[in-house]
């Protein structure tokens, strides 16, 4: 998948780079993981930093159960 740029953020900076990584990654384990609880075992994050990424990159992404 191609890495999806963030909105309002200068292309060419350090931040831009870090941020479009960081989208990519939750979205591709979201994707694998789909429940924050999964997320965030896999990612060894806590489940509530995980529900905030959730929200921030993955709203677009619809889950099927």
Same mark, same amino acid.
């Given at each position: 998948? @191609?890495? @999806? #740029?963030p #909105?309002g953020?200068?292309?060419?900076?350090? #931040?831009?780079?870090? #941020?479009?990584?960081?989208?990519?990654?939750?979205?591709?384990?979201?994707?694998?993981?789909?429940?924050s609880?999964g997320?965030?075992?896999s990612?060894?994050?806590?489940?509530?930093?995980?529900?905030?990424l959730?929200?921030?990159?993955?709203?677009?992404?619809?889950?099927? @159960?």
């Amino acid at each position: 998948d @191609e890495i @999806e #740029e963030p #909105e309002g953020i200068n292309p060419n900076s350090f #931040e831009y780079i870090i #941020e479009s990584v960081k989208k990519s990654v939750i979205r591709d384990y979201y994707k694998k993981h789909p429940t924050s609880r999964g997320l965030a075992l896999s990612l060894g994050l806590s489940q509530t930093t995980a529900n905030r990424l959730i929200k921030q990159y993955c709203g677009d992404i619809v889950q099927v @159960e």
